[in-house]
């Protein structure tokens, strides 16, 4: 007579009826227990908070890629040695004849567009309040071709009337008082050249856009101008501090760093948006790794309680186990039955930790502002973090991962207890029933 093949349906109905509680082995069940919620709550944790940080990650690139260029093409400052006073003097690298170097960059395969750009610090005024900003000289074109600009929903006022005054973040209108149609008043330390120097020029502007970029740093202190008048304001008629390259591809824009200085030609230089916040990606990168080592050891000691229960089991499951044997049971047949007794124990609870993990993922924001609500806003500080709202992106490689994770420690921890049931002798297991 054949012998029954591996994991038969007999011996999934011995190991269920094993994991039925009785009252008189109320100690295994509560084992169980202890173990199917340990190893839920280590796989919901686990999903979640790969979910969390994917979508911290994700908004802040957004973010990045919305209100910036994806590369940037300068110049490197020049030295000019003067014979007759003997000394030397470095001039700011300017793109001269920024309108061909721009035709130029935009013919490279996979770049969308390039813009030229006047960039510098002034000093916002209204009434007593003053904040420091960071300016844009942009085209109209340009700045209404980035997304994280225009498109905001806490974004307001007539961006078609751009090249009539100026567009500020809603954190520096915020903090300054301003409003649409208030006019703004700027302060640029370089600014006109008198007979007896370089005096501040001061001038006020219309302010026609209010935007929010999504992120805190962007919105206190960015403020765009029309690239015609910030190159009269800061002293660069007919040259720009810069030209802005956004490519098809900005998670691969490295690809584009050898072309872009081919192009630009001699003294040019490339920053990327990675150069610029890699470091705080990498970290982010690096933190992943860590939470997803330290949540692995909680699913781990979770899963340790299914050794600990399946050791109980065997030991009340002695004499079962010896009359199972002389009835013919194999060794191996023993060891199937106690590991799927801690199988199901492994599948059950990472099936219910995949499902809370889910619905955990996809609810965070409500979560959050249920604990900003508590807590009075003290729950998600924007201007620590950097971004206004904490959002989840539940992706399946995470939810993969963190599901093989928990069902191959929960095997793997069984293997011991079911063995030491197969290696039982049934006439020791026997002598004293």
């Known amino acids: 007579m054949a012998s029954p093949a591996p994991f038969s349906r007999y011996e999934f109905l011995i190991a269920w009826r094993y994991l039925r509680a009785r009252r008189a082995e109320g100690g295994v069940s509560v084992m169980t227990w202890i173990s199917l919620i340990g190893i839920t709550l280590g796989v919901m944790a686990l999903i979640t908070t790969l979910a969390v940080r994917a979508g911290f990650r994700s908004d802040f690139v957004d973010t990045i890629l919305g209100a910036n260029a994806h590369s940037t093409v300068y110049y490197a400052p020049t030295q000019i040695y003067n014979e007759l006073t003997e000394e030397t003097y470095v001039t700011p690298g300017r793109v001269e004849d920024y309108e061909a170097v721009a035709a130029n960059i935009a013919q490279i395969p996979g770049v969308t567009r ?132 956004f490519v098809d591809n900005p998670e691969r824009i490295d690809d584009w760093t050898l072309p872009l200085l081919q192009v630009a030609g001699e003294r040019s230089q490339v920053w990327t948006w990675r150069d610029a916040s890699g470091s705080f990606l990498a970290a982010l990168d690096m933190e992943d790794d860590v939470m997803f080592l330290i949540l692995s050891i909680l699913v781990l000691i979770a899963s340790m309680n299914i050794t600990s229960g399946l050791i109980m089991l065997v030991k009340n499951k002695g004499r079962d186990i010896g009359i199972l044997r002389t009835m013919g049971l194999t060794e191996g047949a023993v060891l199937r039955v106690f590991f799927l007794c801690g199988a199901f124990t492994g599948v059950i609870g990472t099936i219910a930790g995949v499902v809370l993990g889910v619905v955990l993922s996809l609810n965070v924001d409500h979560i959050m502002a249920a604990l900003n609500a508590l807590t009075g806003g003290g729950a998600w500080q924007p201007e620590v973090r950097g971004i206004y709202q904490l959002t989840a992106d539940l992706r399946a490689w995470d939810i993969f991962r963190a599901a093989v994770l928990s069902l191959g420690l929960s095997f793997i921890v069984t293997i011991f207890p079911a063995r030491r049931a197969a290696r039982m002798n049934p006439v020791e297991a026997l002598r004293y029933e």
Not at 138 to 158: H, P
Not at 176 to 185: E, T, W
Not at 187 to 197: H, K, L, M
């Open 114 to 245: 390039a813009v030229p750009a006047v960039r510098a610090q002034v000093m916002a005024r209204q009434g007593d309040a003053a904040a420091l900003g960071d300016v844009y000289g942009v085209t109209a074109e340009s700045l209404k071709a980035m997304s994280g600009i225009v498109d905001s929903e806490r974004s307001a006022g007539d961006i078609d009337a751009f090249d009539q005054g100026i567009a500020i973040g809603i954190g520096m209108a915020r903090d300054l008082g301003i409003g649409l149609g208030d006019r703004l008043q700027l302060v640029a330390p370089d600014g006109a050249r008198t007979p007896f120097g370089t005096t501040p020029r001061v001038e006020s502007f219309e302010v026609v856009f209010i935007f929010s970029a999504g992120r805190y740093d962007v919105d206190q202190t960015r403020i765009y101008m029309p690239l015609a008048e910030a190159q009269s304001f800061f002293n660069r008629e007919g040259v720009a501090d810069e030209i802005g390259v």
